[in-house]
Structure formats: structure tokens, C-alpha cells
């Protein structure tokens, strides 16, 4: 089975301007979370939906956004782009609730100029 | 006071040695955690996840939780030049969905 699937790979974009990033779990995952890794720091968790339903929010400003689609692939949304927002961006499949162990794609490195 | 604390490292040992790698957190509500691999410039790669007090042992690897003292840690066993990575350490509460409390990791140089 394949694992996780994140595109693009990488992007440099300016600042102010929005970025969509794609993701696609693991066949027969319903649930996907993003989360941003800065450099030298662990991944911090953005957004988490499972059953095309937002099922947690982490501390970042609505800037960003997501939805899952009805094959539970997803996007995750940022508007005006800041230079903090250059990062690793995550997405992690599991399977459904409970104690699950996550998958993480390749991620998309994110660079903001 | 982040959720999950880990010391940043580097931490060195030689080929064949035990690595020991811990982290200690402040939400009791945590109530599984997980440990991830992560190589430079790549994702980060599960590698054990623990949720019972105790041990846990995966081939060369082992997960030990203590509730109590609200402490983590992994053992590796026989190290490999390839272990060398960063490890990360990831608590999750029992009502969070899956949102994961990472700590910031602890690089782990094995020398030949």
C-alpha cells in the first residue's frame, strides 16, 4: 500500500501571498492532521479532521486553514504569507480514534520570501 | 513550560553501545506516547508508541513509560552508525483527537 502523500514538495513563495498544500492518507485512513516543523524544533500541530469533520485546532491565527474531502484526502490553506511561516509542513494519516499510532508524508518544505 | 521537555543533545555514543534517549512531560492527561525518527531534511518516521506502565520491546528498541513520574524513554540496544537521527518524543491526551504534543528532540550521533 502506499503511504502518505504530500504535494508540492517544495515551494517558495513571497510574502502576503496564499499557498494550498495536498494530501492524501493512507488508503483506508480516514483521519488527517497537518502540523509545521520549523527548523530545529519538533512539529507543532495545526489542524486535525477526521470524517471530513475538524476534529482539533492547535494555536495558529486563521490565516490558516483546511477541509478534507469526501476521499479523505485534504488541503491545508495559508493567506498572507509571512516569513515565519517558512517550515516543513506535515500531514499525518491514522487509521480512526483512539490511541492511534500516526503516519507522517514526506512533507512540504515551505519557503517564504 | 512546553508539554514535552527533551534535551536538545547531541548525544554520542559509540557503535555497539546502548543509547538512552528520555523525555519527561507536565500533562498528566497524556495518555500515550510516541517515538519518532527523524533524518535530516526527511519526515519523521514512528518508531514505538507506549501507553501502559512499563516496558515495551521492538527488536532492538525499547519504550519505557513511568505515569508516576511523568517520564519516557527509549533504549537502543547494539547502535548503529544508520541511528543516528533526531528523536522525537510525542505525548497525546485521551480527548485531543489525535493532535500530538511533540518535543523539540534529542539528536543521537552514533560513531563508528
Known amino acids: 500500500d502506499a503511504g502518505v502523500t504530500q504535494s508540492p514538495t517544495h515551494l517558495i513563495k513571497t510574502r502576503g501571498q496564499h499557498v494550498t498544500l495536498r494530501c492524501s492518507p493512507i488508503?483506508?485512513?480516514?483521519?488527517v492532521s497537518w502540523y509545521q516543523q520549523v527548523l530545529g524544533q519538533g512539529p507543532q500541530f495545526i489542524f486535525q479532521?477526521?470524517?471530513?469533520?475538524?476534529?482539533g485546532r492547535g494555536n495558529f491565527p486563521d490565516r490558516f486553514s483546511a477541509r478534507q474531502f469526501p476521499n479523505y484526502s485534504s488541503e491545508l490553506n495559508v493567506n498572507a504569507l509571512l516569513l515565519g511561516d517558512s517550515a516543513l509542513y506535515l500531514c499525518?494519516?491514522?487509521?480512526?480514534?483512539?490511541?492511534?499510532?500516526?503516519?507522517f508524508g514526506p512533507g512540504t518544505r515551505l519557503t517564504v520570501t | 513550560q512546553k508539554e514535552v521537555e527533551q534535551n536538545s543533545g547531541p548525544l554520542s555514543v559509540p557503535e555497539g553501545a546502548i543509547a538512552s534517549l528520555n523525555c519527561t512531560y507536565s500533562d498528566r492527561g497524556s495518555q500515550s506516547f510516541f517515538w519518532y525518527r527523524q533524518y535530516s531534511g526527511k519526515s519523521p518516521e514512528l518508531i514505538m508508541f507506549?501507553?501502559?506502565?512499563g516496558d515495551k520491546e521492538d527488536g532492538r528498541f525499547t519504550a519505557q513509560l513511568n505515569k508516576a513520574s511523568q517520564y519516557v524513554s527509549l533504549l537502543i540496544r547494539d547502535s548503529q552508525p544508520s541511528d543516528s537521527a533526531t528523536y522525537l518524543c510525542?505525548?497525546?491526551?485521551?480527548?485531543?483527537?489525535?493532535?500530538?504534543?511533540f518535543g523539540k528532540g534529542t539528536s543521537l550521533l552514533v560513531t563508528p
Open positions: 507506549i501507553y501502559s506502565n
Open positions: 499525518a494519516s491514522s487509521l480512526d480514534t483512539g490511541p492511534t499510532k500516526q503516519y
Open positions: 479532521y477526521y470524517e471530513k469533520e475538524e476534529r
Open positions: 488508503s483506508g485512513h480516514k483521519s
Open positions: 510525542a505525548g497525546k491526551r485521551s480527548n485531543s483527537g489525535y493532535a500530538l504534543n
